[in-house]
């Protein structure tokens, strides 16, 4: 997958300008055919006990799932990613909780995987506390965008739509936070277009 890859470096409290779209969906470049664990922890480098302990519930393809070491991800699988949900829904959608056998209808039941190691896609959710502690990981390690998709957080960064650089009608999105300001400095950089695997 050959894309353009436009790179934002911002400070940390600009952040929020990406909740909208993290919550909505975005477009992940991904190595599919692997289990859901194996894609948080080893490609989007969460660490293991966060996702044990923190993402307390997840949905693929609108499914809660219980089993992330054995539920496979596909090309184009839709992930939802939350921590702990107030309520007797929040209770019954957590992962492995008491009340998931109230669910056992609805919950995911292991496919049969596409073939391990094979370049795909997944759309990603994030939700609640997830936003701003998983969103600078997932933004550094890059979205891809439709155009439109790019144009309000774009907006937001550059303050005018006219000040914006044109770019293609698909690019990789990478986003770098830190403590620093960057309000006198800021930048985009764009690359040459290249394999995202």
Known sequence: MNLETVTLRLAVDQLNIFFPILQSGVTVPAIVGCSLKGLLCEQFAIPADYVTDRITTIFLDNRPVDDIDRTVVQDGSRITLSAAMPGLVGATMRRGGFYAALRQGISHVKES?????????????????????????????????????????????????????????????????????????????????????
């Open 113 to 197: 995987g596409a073939s391990v190691g094979a370049c795909g896609i997944v759309r990603l959710k994030l939700f609640n506390l997830l936003l701003a502690e998983l969103g600078p990981l997932i933004l550094a390690r890059g979205l891809i965008l439709e155009k439109a998709e790019l144009d309000d957080p774009l907006k937001i960064f550059f303050g005018l739509l006219g000040d914006i650089p044109t770019v293609s009608s698909r690019v990789l999105l990478k986003v770098l936070f830190s403590e620093r300001d960057h309000e006198s400095n800021r930048k985009i950089i764009r690359f040459i277009p290249r394999r995202t695997f």
